[in-house]
């Protein structure tokens, strides 16, 4: 916690945030259904997927990082700046080398500032020949009511469609209602989330993260999730960092960094 209240919460499970409180209010989804187990993926908050986006590979979907239980010790909480900073660490052993074949050493890097959160995943080849993978930060923003929620910044930008699977462009901010799930390339300039008409965050992502996926499940997928309150869709929406249409390809002994940047926005006067 910072002097000034604002808050994170980081679940070792999946080195996942849970929470982030800004100015007295939470900025992150977490379903009220979501499980706590320590093995199940938890549907909120910021999901790690590594070393798999999605289904788009033989692994389990998203990948395994959001399973299992990351490192963290004391010493790698420290204050940074105006904020705090803690760092968890996932490496290689024998289940996950039984599912991909790998040595690597994973890092998730929180960083609360006073009305920012940064999260920066960083992965390092520690074995001696090549790797490939996808991943993302699969952010679950908190919104008060979805169809009173837009987003800008993706304007211009060619998409796929992964619900009609189309590839359309991008004709003016985003708005929300129905199942929304797609596949953008990560905007130049920063994207804005605005509610009731009111700014709210800035989202920022770094190059590396070449690609930007948008996800909502609408009423009626939202209706078939267990873990999600009926009307749960209403009050969240995914703005995902991510790296998917083309795998990351690291050398041995390669290292690959990206972050995500969330910044609240005053409201307008
Ligand atoms: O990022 C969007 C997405 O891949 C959707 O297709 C949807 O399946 C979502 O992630 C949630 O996945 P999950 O496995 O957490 O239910």
Known sequence: MLPGGDSALVALQGAQVLSWVKGGQEQLFLSPHAAHDGHTPIRGGIPVCFPQFNQRGPLVKHGFARTLAWQASADEACVDGDGLRLTLRLQDNAATRAVWPHAFAAELGVWLQPAALTVALTVHNTGDAP???TAALHTYLRVDEVTETTLSGLEGLVYW????DTHPRQQGALAFGGELDRVYPRPAQAMELHAGGQPRLRILQDPAWADTVVWNPGPVLCARLADMRADGYRHMLCVEAAAIDAPVVLAAQG????????AHLPRME
């Open 131 to 133: 790797l490939a993978f």
């Open 161 to 164: 469609d992964a619900v009609a």
């Open 255 to 262: 290292r690959w960094q990206a972050a995500q940047r969330l």
